[in-house]
C-alpha cells in the first residue's frame, strides 16, 4: 500500500516551503504531490520543486468539501500513471498539501475508500505569530491541530511570545501530536518518514470562516518592480479588509528570475524564485472584506 501524508495548516502557516524542504530533502523517496488551491490561479503548484511531473494542482474549491471528488480523481490519476507500460511515474509515496480552509476529516474518509492506500500521518503547521488568534477566530485551526500526529509552530522569529509559552497552547490543541518549535519549516531528515497509521481519529465535520473570498490577478505583460511592491503594499494596508494570504509568482522587467510574493496579514516579503520568470505572472489574494474594482484598478497601474 502507498503512504499517504496529509499536510495541513491554516494560510500562511508554511506548507509549501515545508513541502520543498521534504522533497529535496538527501535520500528524500519519490514522491507525488497532490496540491489543493482555495483559488482559481494555482500558485503552490508552481512553487513545488523536486517532483517534477508529478504534482496535481486541484483549484477553486477547497479539498474538504467542494472539490472531494476531485480528490479521489487525483488518486486514480496518480494510480494510472504508475501502472502505464511507457513512461510509468516513479513514486514510493504521496503527500496531500491541502488548502490553508481545509479540515482534515473528510480528507482522511476519502482515503479511507481507497484500498491501496493508507494514511501515514497527518503534519500540521501553525504560524507563531497569529496562532491565539486564529484559534479563536477560524475554526479550521482547532480542527487541524485536533486531527494531527505531528506539529511544527512555525514563524517562530515573528512571534511576539516566548516559544515555550505557544507551544504549551499548541499542545492544548494537539495533546497527542508531537510538537516541535521551527524557523522556514527548517525540520529534522526524519520528520516525515513513514510511520504508523494515525490513531486519533480526525474529525468529521468541517467549518469555514465566514466571508472569505479569493481574488486572482494576472498580466502577460513584465512588471516594474517598484509599482508590484506599491500594489502589494496598497492590498495590505486597505481599511476595512482583511488579508489572510497573499501568494505571487511574477516576471518583472531586469530580473532574470522569478519574484515570489507571500503576505500574511500585514506583513510581506519579496524574493527571487527558483526557476525560470513565468510568461503569465500572477497574485491572489484570499481574506474578507475585499473592494474587487478598488483592486482590479490598482491591479491594472501596476500591471501596465
Known amino acids: 500500500m502507498t503512504p499517504v501524508t496529509l499536510l495541513t495548516g491554516f494560510l500562511g502557516a508554511g506548507k509549501t516551503t515545508l513541502l520543498n524542504r521534504l522533497l529535496t530533502a538527501e535520500g528524500a523517496p519519490p514522491t507525488a504531490v497532490v496540491v489543493n488551491e482555495f483559488g482559481d490561479i494555482g500558485i503552490d503548484g508552481a512553487l513545488v520543486v523536486g517532483a517534477e511531473d508529478r504534482v496535481i494542482e486541484l483549484r477553486n474549491g477547497c479539498i474538504c468539501c467542494e472539490i472531494r471528488a476531485d480528490l479521489q480523481g487525483a488518486f486514480d490519476a496518480l494510480r494510472a500513471a504508475k501502472a502505464r507500460w511507457w513512461r510509468p511515474a516513479r513514486f514510493e509515496r504521496i503527500v496531500v498539501e491541502t488548502s ?48 494531527a500526529d505531528r506539529v511544527l509552530l512555525n514563524h517562530i522569529d515573528r512571534a511576539t511570545e516566548p516559544t515555550d509559552d505557544l507551544l504549551a497552547w499548541v499542545r492544548l490543541a494537539a495533546p497527542l501530536a508531537r510538537c516541535i518549535a521551527t524557523l522556514r519549516a527548517e525540520v529534522p531528515g526524519d520528520f516525515l518518514s513513514d510511520g504508523e497509521p494515525l490513531h486519533v481519529p480526525a474529525p468529521l465535520s468541517h467549518a469555514h470562516t465566514h466571508g472569505v473570498q479569493t481574488w486572482s490577478f494576472a498580466t502577460e505583460a513584465a512588471m516594474d518592480l517598484p509599482k508590484l511592491k506599491m500594489f502589494l503594499q496598497f492590498v495590505a494596508a486597505r481599511p476595512r479588509t482583511q488579508l489572510l494570504r497573499l501568494k505571487g509568482i511574477v516576471r518583472c522587467r531586469d530580473h532574470p528570475a522569478p519574484v515570489v510574493a507571500h503576505g500574511i496579514h500585514q506583513w510581506l516579503e519579496l524574493g527571487p524564485g527558483p526557476g525560470q520568470p513565468p510568461v503569465r505572472s500572477t497574485v491572489v489574494l484570499i481574506g474578507r472584506g475585499f473592494d474587487g474594482p478598488t483592486l482590479q484598478r490598482a491591479w491594472d497601474v501596476a500591471s501596465g
Do not use: F, W
Open 100 to 147: 490553508g480552509l481545509a479540515s482534515p476529516g473528510p480528507v482522511v474518509a476519502t482515503l479511507g475508500l481507497a484500498p491501496d492506500l493508507r494514511l501515514a500521518g497527518i503534519v500540521c503547521l501553525v504560524d507563531a505569530a497569529n496562532i491565539r488568534r486564529q484559534l479563536a477566530d477560524h475554526p479550521e485551526v482547532p480542527a487541524q491541530l485536533a486531527a
